[in-house]
């Protein structure tokens, strides 16, 4: 059920559709005697204001509208030339249908008046041909649009908080927990969930392809990331004294107030690359307190939990960077590393291209639901076009508003639809019959009869709005041409052909929806993903000295990890990040529409946590080589062996998680990371690495194997593999 916001903000919607159709219908059709232009006055708020409601507050959804007007006279004035013809109106319908369909690769503000710029065009390629009255058609288009962004204007709907705005919020909140006294983890993980796209509103997502928004968005995980760091670091606490932790979080915590105040103000950025020299003070210090006599060590739990602080100032130093390119527009400082941050130095129409490039491919869902609408809406118009369909336009209209990315979804959509109409249809005959001839009691009608429909519609469900918009659609033409009660069985026969005509699509084109593109995106993004696990290993066991491969040399003369050549002469696992970065993106979209498909189904498998999991696995590639702590002498033969057959063990047990998504035969395995610390000597750092993931993969895993029941038989011992003992 809607809550109380969500049913004001339909209400206001529905006041602002019905009045600017009004506004625009009335004069046109009963002052200056033009039925043509009122038609389209009158349709184009509905189709914009209410059939493809564009997110966002007021401002926002004008300037969306402002710019689509242009490309709305466009297709109406081409659906009209368009009309000779069926083919040509068919061969239109199937090009206009998938570029704005595709258009959704933009965000959520191009996804959502695509439909509405659809219709301009449906509604203009149906007989008659009436090339003479294109000028009725784009006057009465223009004067519905504008009366529309007027209302928006004069009730708009309350604005909400900015993503930048809530990037700031976050940051506060990772502030005050990298400060002493900190703040509960759980609230932290609270603080870090409200960044995810899902709670954020459409309007509000950083879903472009432009740099700022690219910028917002990696943000926006790198904060969650740091965040979650933070409340893991207080769950576990200090395990002796740690003066140079303590130090590093200070200028933790005072880059994360500093990043909040820039996103909100634009003024006072923080220095550039001051957090990256504290961190290489940080890790010279490990290194020296390493490298002295075995006395005077630290112990091993203040060396993983310097790991830990070393990640999360890692964490929020990308946030750092792309608070920089979020505000500035662009990188004022050079962003390192550059496979992560590809796209700051790239101008804006590279990054749309690469955008629209990427997604042309039968792997992505957006190109999947453009081409099954486009497909959809020309087969509806062959069937319309050759049986002459009165109306024809209805089944188009069904098409496009019934259509689900599931055949199953589809089915359920078009039952209640049918249903709906079918009673609408026998109110809407008998209106028709009883008041016969009478224009004034249409007249009369037509506007509240509209608010009841855009509001109840939405409010009680889709057999409702189709009903009520049966209604509006007969009181509306009873005052163009004479009707009789055959309007309502016109529309119920177009809304069945539509229907059938988008089951059979649905059936056809992709019927599972996102739910088998999901499996198979997250199991080629852990695979590509894993790859980078045993490179980062074998660059983390390189000595310290240089002699197996040349270390980066810090500003003050000491040595850090870093080597920009293994052994072997390929490059570091860093360089190899694109790909996955890329099966990142695609698996994100593949998930936001798996979720929007199956909100209560599935919901045992963590796919979030196989999200982290390719992050954990991306970042720490490139972050490790650079700043790992690694043995003065390189790693003992037994940590060695220890490092890379664990390393291994990941990449198989990744392997074999992704055979489990996609079905196809793996070896029957569970392993788990071992209880005991590996052998000594061993870089911390990728021992923390490793581990967390190992303990990410486990997590996957329980959630793909359903719980055993009371007669399933434990797994065997010669079943489990363990990494190698230390």
């Known amino acids: 059920m809607p809550t109380g916001q969500e049913r004001a903000t339909i209400v206001r919607r529905a006041v602002r559709v019905a009045v600017a159709a009004s506004a625009g219908f009335y004069p046109l059709l ?5 039925p043509v232009m009122a038609l389209y006055a009158l349709f184009a708020p509905i189709a914009v204001g209410l059939l493809s409601p564009v997110p966002g507050s007021g401002r926002q959804r004008v300037s969306v509208m402002l710019r689509a007007l242009p490309p709305a006279l466009v297709l109406a004035t081409l659906g009209t030339l368009l009309a000779v013809q ?54 009465g288009l223009t004067l519905g649009v504008l009366a529309l962004a007027a209302c928006e204007l004069l009730l708009p709907d309350p604005p909400a908080a900015s993503y930048p705005e809530r990037l700031a919020r976050a940051l506060g909140e990772a502030a005050r927990g990298a400060a002493p006294g900190g703040v509960p983890p759980e609230k932290l993980r609270e603080a870090g969930a409200r960044l995810r796209l899902a709670s954020v509103p ?38 002796g004294p740690d003066p140079a932790s303590a130090a590093l979080l200070d200028r933790v915590s005072e880059l994360c107030a500093t ?54 100032a890692e964490s929020a130093r990308m946030a750092e960077i792309t608070t920089d390119i979020a505000v500035h527009g662009h990188p004022t400082e050079p962003a390192v590393p550059r496979r992560l941050f590809w796209y700051a130095e790239l101008s804006t129409p590279r990054l749309w291209a690469r955008r629209v490039t990427g997604n042309v491919t ?18 509806a118009r062959a069937v319309a076009g050759s049986l002459d369909l009165s109306h024809g336009f209805w089944v188009l209209l069904a098409v496009l508003t019934l259509g689900r990315t599931t055949a199953g979804a589809t089915w359920r959509a078009v039952r209640l639809a049918v249903a709906g109409n079918a009673a609408g249809a026998l109110v809407a005959g008998a209106l028709l019959i009883g008041l016969g001839p009478l224009t004034d009691a249409y007249a009369a009608l037509l506007a509240p009869v509209m608010l009841v429909a855009f509001a109840l519609g939405p409010l009680l469900g889709i057999a409702y ?70 490179v980062t290993a074998q660059a983390l066991l390189t000595p310290a000295d240089g002699s197996r491969a ?39 979209a593949a998930y936001a529409q798996y979720r929007t498909e199956a909100p209560g189904e599935d919901t045992r498998t963590d796919w979030h946590a196989m999200l982290i999991a390719a992050n954990h696995m991306l970042l720490g590639a490139h972050w490790l080589p650079r700043f790992g702590l690694r043995p003065e002498a390189g790693a003992s033969a037994p940590a060695a062996a220890w490092a890379q057959a664990t390393a291994e063990e990941l990449v198989a047990e990744t392997d074999r998680i992704a055979a489990e998504l996609t079905g196809a035969p793996a070896p029957v395995r569970r392993w788990t990371a071992p209880d005991g610390p590996p052998p000594t000597p061993l870089s911390v750092d990728l021992e923390v690495w490793m581990t967390s993931l190992a303990h990410q993969l486990t997590r996957i895993d329980s959630s793909l194997t359903p719980p055993p029941g009371p007669d399933a038989s434990p797994v065997t011992p010669s079943r489990r593999r363990t990494a190698p003992p230390g």
């Open 86 to 139: 069926t083919w040509a109106a068919v061969g239109g319908m199937l090009a206009v249908g998938f570029v704005l369909a595709f258009a959704a690769v933009g965000g959520p503000r191009p996804a959502g008046v695509a439909p509405g710029l659809q219709l301009f065009y449906i509604l203009a390629c149906f007989p008659p041909y009436a090339p003479g009255t294109l000028g009725q058609r784009l006057a």
């Open 550 to 588: 040349g270390p980066q040399t810090l500003h003050d003369g000491s040595r850090a990890a870093g080597p920009q050549t293994l052994p072997d002469g390929s490059r570091t696992a860093g360089t190899r990040t694109l790909p996955g970065v890329h099966r990142l993106r695609l698996a994100e």
């Open 30 to 34: 009963y002052g200056a005697g033009l």
């Open 465 to 534: 709005a189709q009903g009520l918009f049966t209604l509006v659609v007969a009181t509306a033409f009873a005052q163009i041409e004479p009707v009789t009660w055959r309007l309502s069985e016109a529309r119920m026969i177009d809304v069945v052909t539509g229907s059938v005509i988008g089951l059979l699509c649905g059936l056809l084109a992709w019927p599972a929806g996102a739910r088998r593109e999901v499996h198979r995106a997250m199991a080629e993004l852990l695979r590509v993903c894993a790859e980078l696990v045993p």
């Open 202 to 239: 459409p309007a509000e997502r950083p879903a472009g392809a432009g740099r700022t928004d690219r910028a917002l968005e990696q943000g926006g995980r790198a904060v969650r990331r740091l965040l979650d760091q933070l409340a893991t670091l207080a769950e576990t606490p200090p395990a």
């Open 362 to 379: 039968f792997r992505s869902v957006l190109f999947q639901n453009a081409l099954r609408t486009a497909l959809g809406l020309a087969a």
């Open 259 to 312: 990043c909040a105040r820039f996103l909100r103000t634009g003024t006072g950025p923080p220095v550039a690359g001051a957090l990256e020299a504290a961190m290489r003070d940080f890790q010279a210090e490990r290194v020296r307190l390493a490298s002295g006599p075995p006395g005077e060590r630290p112990p091993v739990e203040v060396l993983r939990r310097q790991s830990q602080v070393l990640a999360l």
